[in-house]
Every structure is written in C-alpha cells, then in structure tokens.
C-alpha cells in the first residue's frame, strides 16, 4: 500500500528544528514533499528529506507568507498541507510580565498570532486551486494552565 500522503505537497513552518522537524519527518515519512519554511536552517533542514525544500520565511511578514506561498507553487507544483507550528516561547527571557518590552509582546503576537492568519490567507486559494487541502495550527495550552515561572519574580 502506497504512503497515505503520496503526491503530496506540505509546508511545515518553523520546521527547521524541534516539534517542526519532527512534524517533517513524520509527513515525508508518509509520501508528503516537505516544505520547511523556517527564518533560519531551512534549507539545511530541508536537505533531509527527498525532494526538500528549504524556504527563509519570516511568518509575520505578509510579503513573505506569500512569497513561501508562490514558491512552493513554483517548485513543487500546488500546496496540499500548512502546519502552522513556528512559535516564540523558548528563546524569550523568562520574567514577570509586568517587565516585558511592548516591542517583544507585538513580535510573539505577531509570530504566534497573526502568523496563523497569514500564511492560511496565504496558501489557501493554492489549496483550492487543487480541490481542497489540509490546515494544522499548533498552539500552546499555557493559557489554559498557567505559568508559575512567567508570574513570580
């Protein structure tokens, strides 16, 4: 029996490492041609799997969302999968919030919020362009436990 994602084209953002990587392997593992699309290693990353791509994209950016957007296109043929999974949270300094600059909070939103925005805007007419696809968004459930460490000083 053939892979379940034979013929299929997916883009896993913030693939280059971590959950992403492993989100990767595992749709390549299963047929998929893999897009990473990451701001650093992507190529590097891509180089993993048959066929790869590597894209150096910045998921805030509306101009790059739809540059990985036409891309993946060009070279892969259509879009058939996002996995939304590029995220800020380990990289950040650990602090109370009351101490977090207004500039890093518009840059995790914009990563971790409007991102998801973007690049669905971005790659779904490229889906229906094909007859349909699939959206995965990965998110934290911080929000809905809590962080001891974000809170206390």
């Known amino acids: 029996m053939p892979p379940s994602l034979a013929g299929k084209v ?18 390549a593992a299963e047929g998929a041609r893999v897009v990473i699309a990451d701001l650093e290693r992507a190529e590097e990353a891509a180089a993993e799997f048959p066929e790869g791509v590597g894209l150096t994209v910045d998921v805030a950016s509306e101009e790059d969302t739809a540059r990985m957007a ?16 590029a995220g800020l949270y380990a990289s950040l300094a650990m602090r109370p919030f009351t101490e977090i600059p207004l500039e890093e909070w518009r840059r995790v939103m914009d990563v971790n919020v409007a991102s998801m925005f973007l690049t669905c805007r971005a790659v779904v007419p490229r889906m229906r362009e094909r007859g349909g696809g699939r959206i995965v968004n990965i998110s934290s459930g911080t929000p809905f436990r809590g962080c001891r460490c974000c809170c206390t000083t």
């Open 10 to 27: 997916a883009i896993v953002t913030g693939g280059a490492q971590g959950i992403g990587r492993a989100i990767a392997a595992g749709l």
């Open 70 to 85: 036409d891309e993946t296109v060009e070279r892969c043929g259509g879009i058939d999968v996002l996995v939304n999974n």
